[in-house]
């Protein structure tokens, strides 16, 4: 992690920290979010799939090819654990039976349509010369919304949200 950390951006770390929380990225969602054109962002990416940062994957297609997808690499997980002081919070998100998982998914194309939904707020915000202030992935939204249900009755007419923005 060491050799790794002298050769990070303040961009870099955020990136990995994006695809940590949001568990799988796209090549095109992560250049939306953090590069001003494609060909840098691969560039990039690639120097972090090398630095253990990230890892990638292609999902199978019948027909034609997808992008890379990302997820959090081991030397990633380790740099975000020190990071947030929390030794095995990111430890379950590189294991490697949680990421072939991941990788087989039928929810693969809904995680990263939301996801797309998410990068696209960034990008018109930025854009624009706006920001997105703040985004709860699902989890963190479906946890926040539930906290406001009385009952159980209400937990059960509560939406289940793919994210949350302000």
């Avoid at 989890?139 to 906290?147: I, K």
């Amino acid at each position: 992690m060491l050799a790794a950390s002298g050769h990070l951006t303040d961009r870099d770390r955020d990136l990995v920290r994006l695809v940590a929380v949001h568990r799988v990225l796209t090549t095109g969602q992560l250049a939306a979010l953090g590069f001003g054109n494609l060909t840098t962002a691969r560039h990039r990416l690639s120097a972090l799939v090398r630095l253990g940062l990230l890892r990638r994957f292609r999902p199978h297609l019948p027909a034609g090819s997808a992008p890379w997808h990302y997820v959090l690499g081991p030397v990633g997980a380790a740099m975000l654990s020190v990071e947030d002081r929390e030794e095995k919070r990111w430890l379950p998100h590189v294991r490697a039976d949680r990421q072939l998982a991941l990788e087989r998914s039928g929810r693969l194309a809904h995680m990263t349509g939301r996801n797309w939904f998410f990068a696209a707020l960034v990008r018109h915000a930025r854009q624009h010369g706006g920001e997105l202030r703040e985004w709860l992935n699902e989890a963190d939204a479906a946890a926040r919304y539930e906290h406001t249900a009385i009952n159980r009755d209400d937990r059960a007419r509560l939406p289940q949200p793919d994210g949350a923005g302000t």
